[in-house]
Antibody
Framework: EVQLVESGGGLVQPGGSLRLSCAAS????????MDWVRQTPGKGLEWVGR??????????EYAASVKGRFTISRDDSQNSLYLQMNSLKTEDTAVYYC???????????WGQGTLVTVSS | DIQMTQSPSSLSASVGDRVAISCRAS??????LAWFQQKPGKAPKSLIY???TLQSGVPSKFSGSGSGTDFTLTISSLQPEDFATYYC?????????FGGGTKVEIK
């Protein structure tokens, strides 16, 4: 059974940093691209970014709203995905989901999400 | 960026009804479209990819159609467990973008 479990969310002040983790199991993690998606009450679902697999040199893509502030990485030996968030803004407040990229580039499995609140 | 527009934003329907949700892309995305179902407090669940292909385990009462810029998610014979919010998403080009959602409520 595919499982994705996020952790690391919490309350952080504007300008601060936070690192989210996503532990994957039930599939060959190293084969798949992985995504981060966030959800705010006001803006619905927003794709944050993607990291490709080793065969595609672990290259990344980011939404313009986070580019230069957020970094996606992965550790295939630990079946783990990460989201390093720096220079956080109040508008980054959201539930953050990790998702597995399916063979058609859609997101076929999602974690349960972790809440990030950026507030002073 | 490709804009995804869903309509309606909400609808009320009865158990047993057939409902259709529309999703329009601001430019041609071929068949690179997915549909998700989300219930309150839960993560989105993938229903359909490639515009019309059901994910494994998704019941056949869900169907998707369309290509290019116009797409439809149809739910035949609504059941209580189908009342949720539905989102479309294009994955034709970066950044991936979602529609605003359609909330399906009980009449």
């Amino acid at each position: 059974e595919v499982q994705l479990v996020e952790s690391g969310g919490g309350l952080v002040q504007p300008g601060g940093s936070l690192r989210l983790s996503c532990a994957a199991s039930g599939f060959t993690f190293s084969d798949h691209y992985m995504d981060w998606v966030r959800q705010t009450p006001g803006k619905g679902l927003e794709w944050v970014g993607r990291i490709r697999n080793k065969a595609h040199s672990f290259t990344t893509e980011y939404a313009a709203s986070v580019k230069g502030r957020f970094t996606i990485s992965r550790d295939d030996s630990q079946n783990s995905l990460y989201l390093q968030m720096n220079s956080l803004k109040t508008e980054d407040t959201a539930v953050y989901y990790c998702a597995r990229t399916g063979v058609h580039s859609d997101q076929d499995y999602w974690g349960q999400g972790t809440l990030v609140t950026v507030s002073s | 960026d490709i804009q995804m527009t869903q309509s309606p934003s909400s609808l009320s329907a009865s158990v047993g009804d057939r409902v259709a949700i529309s999703c329009r892309a601001s430019q041609d995305i071929s068949s690179n479209l997915a549909w998700f179902q989300q219930k309150p407090g839960k993560a989105p669940k993938s229903l359909i990819y490639a515009a019309s292909t059901l994910q494994s385990g998704v019941p056949s009462k869900f169907s998707g159609s369309g290509s290019g810029t116009d797409f439809t998610l149809t739910i035949s014979s609504l059941q209580p467990e189908d009342f949720a919010t539905y989102y479309c998403q294009q994955y034709n080009s970066y950044p991936l973008t979602f529609g605003g959602g359609t909330k399906v409520e009980i009449k």
